[in-house]
């Protein structure tokens, strides 16, 4: 799959202000500082889609991007930045909350965590989480083009290990690096593959 056209449509804070739940969506989330801006721009072959920051927590709304009037790219808050007023936490966790299970057209989720430190708590949890609500997700590691100068160059094994103390398995993963777009086919690719199937069963319940 290619993408074509990409655009910044609306910003929530809500779920009931969100776009008709008419096509398939798919959620960036991750832990604040974790590259997921470049990471969005990376995919959707576009540098200034997603507004980049060096300051962690700047995303604080609900963000929806159109991909080729066919899907949703969902960009949502940072967890775990602990500089962010405990009241806008409890927010974001109930509209994080909300999003999650009570939006109905959502495919899967990309959980990003950074290749480049060692596993972190906030991460498993978030994890568990979505695997508690029975949210489909996928881990997408970020920022693999600086594991030459990480000290966490065993970074999948570690997070395996510590992954595994609560899951029979792993989920499926990707590793990229925004830099030099690694990853990005095989995320188009798994996109694709549910769009196909979600427009599919939209097909078959109509005939």
Same mark, same amino acid.
């Given at each position: 799959?290619?993408?074509?056209?990409?655009?910044?449509?609306s910003?929530?804070t809500?779920?009931?202000?969100?776009p008709?739940?008419?096509?398939?969506?798919?959620?960036?989330?991750? %832990?604040?500082?974790?590259g997921?801006?470049s990471?969005i721009?990376?995919?959707? @072959?576009?540098?200034?889609?997603?507004?980049?920051?060096?300051q962690?927590?700047?995303t604080?709304?609900? @963000?929806?991007?159109?991909?080729?009037? +066919? /899907?949703y790219l969902? +960009?949502?808050?940072?967890?775990?930045?602990?500089?962010?007023a405990?009241?806008?936490?409890?927010? /974001?966790r109930?509209?994080?909350?909300?999003?999650?299970?009570? %939006?109905?057209?959502?495919?899967c989720?990309?959980?990003?965590?950074?290749?480049?430190?060692?596993?972190?708590?906030?991460d498993i949890e978030?994890? @568990? /989480?979505?695997?508690?609500? %029975?949210?489909?997700f996928?881990?997408?590691?970020?920022?693999?083009?600086?594991?030459?100068?990480?000290? @966490?160059?065993n970074f999948?094994?570690?997070f395996?290990?510590?992954?595994?103390k609560? /899951?029979n398995?792993?989920?499926?993963?990707?590793i990229?690096?925004?830099?030099q777009?690694?990853? %990005?086919?095989?995320?188009?690719?798994f996109?694709g593959?549910?769009?196909d199937?979600?427009?599919?069963?939209?097909?078959?319940?109509?005939?």
């Amino acid at each position: 799959m290619e993408i074509y056209h990409a655009k910044y449509i609306s910003s929530h804070t809500k779920l009931s202000q969100c776009p008709k739940p008419d096509r398939p969506e798919y959620a960036f989330i991750g %832990r604040s500082n974790v590259g997921k801006s470049s990471l969005i721009n990376m995919v959707c @072959n576009n540098k200034s889609l997603a507004k980049t920051s060096s300051q962690p927590g700047k995303t604080q709304t609900i @963000n929806y991007y159109d991909v080729d009037e +066919d /899907w949703y790219l969902v +960009d949502l808050p940072g967890y775990g930045y602990a500089r962010i007023a405990q009241r806008t936490r409890q927010v /974001w966790r109930e509209m994080i909350g909300d999003y999650f299970t009570k %939006r109905p057209n959502i495919q899967c989720a990309f959980l990003l965590i950074d290749s480049c430190i060692p596993p972190q708590e906030k991460d498993i949890e978030f994890a @568990n /989480w979505m695997g508690e609500n %029975r949210v489909p997700f996928i881990i997408v590691f970020t920022k693999n083009d600086k594991k030459k100068s990480s000290k @966490n160059k065993n970074f999948l094994s570690d997070f395996k290990k510590e992954f595994l103390k609560y /899951w029979n398995e792993m989920p499926q993963y990707f590793i990229t690096s925004s830099k030099q777009k690694t990853g %990005r086919d095989g995320i188009l690719e798994f996109i694709g593959s549910l769009n196909d199937q979600y427009y599919d069963y939209l097909d078959s319940i109509k005939e």
